[in-house]
C-alpha cells in the first residue's frame, strides 16, 4: 500500500473515530452526531491524503510528524472556531486536541509504513 | 651476540614463509592459518595488486594434501558468490608446494565482531552466512567446518565464509548419478546448477572413521565419521552452533528471547531430521524474528505473542492509548 492511500484509510477511520467519540466527552450532541461523523471522517480523509503525500516526498520522522500534526490542526480549526448551533457551547480544545494527535498518528504512520515512491527512469 | 626479540621474531617469519623469488606473487607476512594451508597477504607483480595467498603447511606437504588444496579452489573457483571470496590463480611454488591465489579481504572474525556489535546486526550477519551455505547447497557443495573463525565480516559490510579446506562436493556422487538427492543439496537434474564432478580430485574422507571438523560446531554425524550421512543438514548444524556462540557471549544466556533460542535448539538436533531442512529454511526463521514475526521454530504462547505485537508496534499502540486518554481526559474535566 503506498503512502497517500495508507494516509487516506488511516485517517479516514481515525476521523469516524474521532467523530464518534465526541458521545463520550460531549453526549449532549447526539442528535448531531451523523453529521459530526461525517464531517469529522471528511476532515480525516483530506488530512490523511495529504500528510501522506507530504510523507512520499518527505523522508524524515519528525518533520512528517509535525507537519501532520499541523495539517489536521488547520483542518480542525475552522470547525473549532464555531459554536454549536443547538447548545450554543464551543468546544475548541475538545475539537483541536484530539484532532491534532489524529494527525500526529497519521504522521508517524506514513512515516514508518506504506511503500515509497519508486523512481522513474 | 644476543638479537632484540623483535628482531628475531621477524627472521622466524622471514624463515617460514614460503621462498617466492622469481614468481609472479611476492609473499609477505601470514595473515589466516586453516587446517592445511596458511594464508599469506601477497603482492601481485603482474597486476600490482595485494592478494591472498593460500600455501600448503610445510608439514602436512604431502601429494593428498596438495590434491585436496588444489580442489579447495576448484571449489572455490565455481562458487561464484558475494559471499565467497574469489580464487584468481593455482599454481606451485618452487619448493613444489601447491598455493592459490584469491582477493585479499579485511575484516574481523565473526566472534570479534559479535563482542562489539547489537545483536540485531550480528543475526543479519548470521543470516548472510545462511544465505551463501544456501547457495554452497544449491551447487551440491557442504562446508562442514562452520565456526565463527571461519567468518570474516569486511569493513564494508561484506560477510565471507572461508576455509572451504574440508568442503564436501555430495550432489555429483554415485548416489546423485542414481538420481538420488540427499536432503537440502541439489540434484544433477534440478534447477541448482550443481557441480560437475571434479575428476580425480578425491573427497577429503572417504574412508568411513575419518573425522574432519571443529568440535563443539561439528553435527554429531559428522563427529562419528559418517561421511555417507553427511548432507545440507550437517552445515545446518554447524550454522546453530555460531548463531548460538554469537548471541549467547561469555557463556551468558540472560536475556535470549525463546524464539531465537529456539532457532539454534532445532538446528542443533542430534537428530538431522529434526533440523532444519535447508540453510534456506533457517535463514527464513531468522528472518521472521528479526522481522517481530512468529517463527517456525516455536510455538508461541499468547502472552509472548501480545508481547511481540506490542514491542512491533510498541509507538503507533501508545500514540492510541494517548488519543484515548485525551478523550477521557475530557470527559473527566467536564464532570467537575
Known sequence: MNKPVLGLLLGGALGALDGLTALISAPEVKPEIMSIVIGSTAKGLVAGVLIGFVARKLNNLAAGIVLGIVIAALLALPIALHADPVTGKAYFWEIMIPGSIVGLIVGYATQKFGRPAVARP | ?336
Open chain 2, 1 to 336: 651476540m644476543t638479537l632484540p626479540e623483535h628482531a628475531l621474531a621477524h627472521l622466524q617469519q622471514v624463515l617460514r614463509t614460503p621462498e617466492s623469488a622469481g614468481e609472479r606473487y611476492t609473499l609477505h607476512e601470514p595473515v589466516g592459518q586453516g587446517g592445511m594451508g596458511t594464508v599469506y597477504r601477497a603482492s601481485d607483480r603482474a597486476l600490482g595488486r595485494d592478494v591472498a595467498v593460500k600455501v600448503l603447511r610445510g608439514d602436512v606437504a604431502d601429494a593428498e594434501a596438495a590434491v585436496r588444496l588444489e580442489r579447495e579452489a576448484r571449489i572455490l573457483a565455481r562458487l561464484e558468490h558475494p559471499g565467497i571470496v574469489p580464487v584468481h590463480d593455482v599454481g606451485t611454488l618452487g619448493d613444489g608446494r601447491v598455493f592459490y591465489v584469491m582477493k585479499l579481504v579485511r575484516g574481523r572474525r565473526l566472534q570479534e565482531f559479535a563482542g562489539a556489535a547489537p545483536r540485531s546486526d550480528v543475526l543479519r550477519v548470521v543470516l548472510r552466512v545462511c544465505e551463501t551455505v544456501g547457495f554452497a547447497h544449491a551447487h551440491g557443495v557442504v562446508h562442514r567446518d562452520l565456526k565463527p573463525s571461519n567468518i570474516m565480516v569486511g569493513a564494508f559490510g561484506e560477510v565471507l565464509v572461508l576455509d572451504w579446506g574440508i568442503a564436501r562436493v555430495v550432489g555429483t556422487g554415485r548416489a546423485a548419478a542414481r538420481g538420488e538427492a540427499r536432503p537440502g543439496l541439489a540434484a544433477p537434474a534440478s534447477s541448482g546448477d550443481p557441480l560437475p564432478a571434479l575428476h580425480g580430485v578425491p573427497e577429503p574422507d572417504t574412508a568411513p572413521g575419518t573425522v574432519l571438523g571443529t568440535p563443539g560446531f561439528m553435527a554429531p554425524e559428522q563427529a562419528r565419521g559418517e561421511p555417507a550421512l553427511v548432507d545440507a543438514r550437517t552445515d545446518v548444524y554447524g550454522l546453530g552452533a555460531i548463531l548460538r556462540a554469537v548471541v549467547v557471549r561469555e557463556g551468558d544466556g540472560r536475556g535470549v528471547p525463546r524464539p531465537l533460542e529456539a532457532i539454534w535448539t532445532r538446528a542443533l538436533s542430534p537428530d538431522p531430521a529434526a533440523r532444519y531442512p535447508s540453510a534456506a529454511d533457517m535463514a527464513a526463521d531468522i528472518t521472521r524474528f528479526l522481522d517481530a514475526q512468529p517463527v517456525a521454530a516455536y510455538r508461541e504462547p499468547l502472552t509472548e505473542r501480545a508481547g511481540r505485537v506490542f514491542r512491533k508496534y510498541q509507538t503507533a499502540i501508545l500514540l492510541v492509548l494517548t488519543y484515548l486518554a485525551v478523550r477521557l481526559l475530557f470527559l473527566v474535566m467536564r464532570g467537575y
